[in-house]
């Protein structure tokens, strides 16, 4: 279980977050949306423990967040970044194997060897292992990541007390590696995993997510027990665009969209 | 392109370290005065008390135990610690360009050990006196620490290294330094002088015991400190965030791998000078045999690192013969192109990070 009890971050007397209350259960997708600068990548690193709140406290099983140290929390938790940049040859494996780094202390044992193998097939890479990060495409490369962040919250039984971030992870990429990605992270949250995603898409995030959090100018707008609450009044104040909801012709799910003259 | 992919690292330590004893024999042989084996062979029995084979020549056994022999340590180990700096400070800018020439730690520690030399056994330095032998290395610490910090809170913001913001300010620290050490070598006495211009391309002809255990202990024990971060090192490559994620203590690990660092550098330095490029050099070559995993090009530092050194030591010695050359000279004829190289690789691959990470 995460908890945010009325937080908030300023720096140089500007609020970034303003008193964010949510609370967040395992096998639960969350996604964090709103305009650019309404802080969705700061609450991101809040709740990910990165980043200090300036008031008011993160708890992680009832248990402060700033009470745990940094391995302690590499092994609850993985972050998934927007993309990754590396100066030197690195194979696949040795990235991937990073993300047991918190779970092995000189050599990786048998078990993380294991894990590695499973994440690379499970995001269809195994044939890529022994090539140089630097020659993958964006779509691959992302993919690798998300072997590596994966690895890093691995559990081969009883996964509810880990937790999978993820940050604007499929803003590079094309239409079908985003659906991909997100399906995985789906597939985690059937075993328990948590996961709180940052993301732009709207009809994206209501494809995959049990609950939307909608964040703007650092304040919390809303938070709606179900996706099927979310409504145009709302999309349409949280993006500042004129949205309409239309009939999902695949599911009961809400699906927008965007009107397309803007008055210019 | 990694050369031997498929070749196991413990083949590859194995390899270069067979390659050094040889080159480590090789190397306490050639020089103004050649020794053959037969007299290596027997300048060691005679010291370890045992009846040797032929006639010992006293003035060329003291050659070799008092100068050829810690000659070739200290290169030995200068190859060492400054390839294992290179390396580190690669991952730890997250640039395959630095080297301690580039940063300004070489020049600053050089500095520090000149400012020593000069007016170390003035008034002014009376209270640090008790240091004895080791006040030039710690004042070329200080330097080398001061140098490298100036150009790393420079070049780096918000966890980025800005490569044209850190050559730039390498610049300006080497300038200066250089500036004063080239101030201190005019008002030094005569003698003084002359060594501290030598100084400047490196040489390893004031090589003795004594500054060969100095360097020695310096080197061991930063050298089994920094192999301890391999995997700290490897996870800084996906950025200072992401290695805080994977549970280091980023700001932490920074502040005492350039500790380790500028100690490692600002002691070889004291002792033998400037010698720039190996550093570069050495660990790009590793790259290319087998690839990037920190622990790999720890380990292969220290040893190309030493090999490289006694080769170029050996060329020194050799080219000019009676005479020698500054051993600088040498590494700059050989490293600047592989500089030069590694600019003209990452230009094209600068879209991928390569060279702004």
Known sequence: ?264 | MNLLKKVKYRTIYLSLGILLFLLIILSTRVGAVNISYDQIFDFFLDALGKKPNGEINPVIEGLFFQIRLPRTFMCFIVGAALSVSGALMQSLFRNPIVEPGLVGTSAGSALGASLMFVFGKSALFAGVAFLGDLMLPVSAFIGGLIATIIVYKFSSYFGKVNVATMILAGIAVNAMAAGGTGFLSYIARDPQARSITFWNLGTFSGADWKSVVIVSVSTAICFSLTLRYSKQLNALQLGETEAGYLGFNVERMKIQLILINTLMVSVATSMVGVISFVGLTVPHLLRLMKGSDNRYLIIGSGLLGAIVMIIADMLARVIIAPAEMPIGIITAFVGAPVFLFLLYKNRKSHGKGGFLA
Request: with cysteine; aromatic share 10%; glycine share 4%.
């Open chain 1, 1 to 264: 279980m995460l908890k945010a009890n009325n937080v908030s971050y300023c720096i140089d007397n500007r609020y970034l977050l303003k008193n964010i209350s949510l609370e967040f259960k395992p096998g639960e997708f969350t996604v964090i949306m709103g305009q650019n600068g309404a802080g969705k990548s700061t609450l991101l690193r809040l709740l990910a423990g990165s980043t200090k709140a300036t008031e008011g406290e993160i708890t992680l099983f009832d248990k402060d967040i700033k009470s745990y140290k940094e391995i302690e929390l590499a092994r609850m938790r993985a972050v998934l970044s927007q993309h990754y940049e590396i100066s030197f040859p690195v194979t696949i494996r040795d990235i991937v194997m990073m993300g047991r780094y918190p779970h092995f202390k000189s050599e990786p044992a048998k078990k993380d060897i294991e894990i590695i193998d499973k994440t690379l097939t499970l995001m269809g890479i195994e044939n890529l292992k022994e090539r140089s990060y630097d020659t993958l495409s964006g779509g691959e490369a992302q993919k690798v990541q998300m072997a590596r962040v994966l690895s890093q919250i691995w559990q081969h039984e009883n996964n509810n007390d880990k937790i999978l971030f993820l940050d604007e992870p499929v803003s590079q990429l094309d239409i079908q590696y985003q659906y991909f990605m997100l399906q995985v992270a789906k597939k985690f949250t059937k075993e328990n995993v948590m996961v709180i995603a940052v993301l732009h898409d709207l009809n994206l995030a209501l494809a995959y997510a049990d609950n939307i959090v909608f964040l703007k100018n650092g304040e919390l707008v809303s938070k709606f027990d179900s996706i099927y609450d979310i409504d145009k009044k709302i999309v349409n104040d949280v993006f500042n665009i004129e949205m309409e909801n239309i009939p999902n012709p695949f599911s009961d799910k809400p699906h927008f969209i965007v009107k397309n003259e803007m008055g210019l």
